[in-house]
């Protein structure tokens, strides 16, 4: 059973960063496919970041030159460096991971079978 447990959320005003953090166990991160994904109440749940077993990374448009994705495959943790956050970027964010399909898009919630339970982020103007 794959578990994963973000954190690092919080609070900041507009312009400023956070790094997340999502622990893996029962699983580890140099095999999979790993992702973040954030969501708003009422819309639905859109992918940011994700990152292949080779180290492939794909973003959304939204966030490119903002976000950095990465993970240490020793400490099985998944990071998320965010800067230069806009309130728009307000939203909880969630880490998936599963097994590698050729095709994936890496930014598609139906691809992943394993979730965290989501950690806040909100950015004040």
């Known amino acids: 059973q794959v578990q994963l447990v973000e954190s690092g959320g919080g609070s900041v005003q507009a312009g400023g960063s956070l790094r997340l953090s999502c622990a893996a166990s029962g699983s580890t991160y140099s095999r999979n496919c790993v992702a973040w994904f954030r969501q708003v109440p009422g819309k639905e749940r859109e992918g940011v970041a994700g990152?292949?077993?080779?180290?492939?990374?794909r973003y959304a448009d939204s966030v490119k030159g903002r976000f950095t994705i990465s993970k240490d495959n020793a400490k099985n943790t998944l990071y998320l460096q965010m800067n230069s956050l806009k309130p728009e970027d307000t939203a909880t964010y969630y880490c998936?991971?599963?097994?590698?399909?050729?095709?994936?898009?890496?930014?598609?919630?139906?691809?992943?079978?394993?979730w965290g339970q989501g950690t806040q982020v909100t950015v004040s103007s």
């Open positions: 998936a991971a599963d097994g590698c399909e050729w095709g994936w898009t890496l930014l598609r919630p139906a691809e992943f079978r394993y």
């Open positions: 990152i292949d077993s080779n180290g492939y990374t």
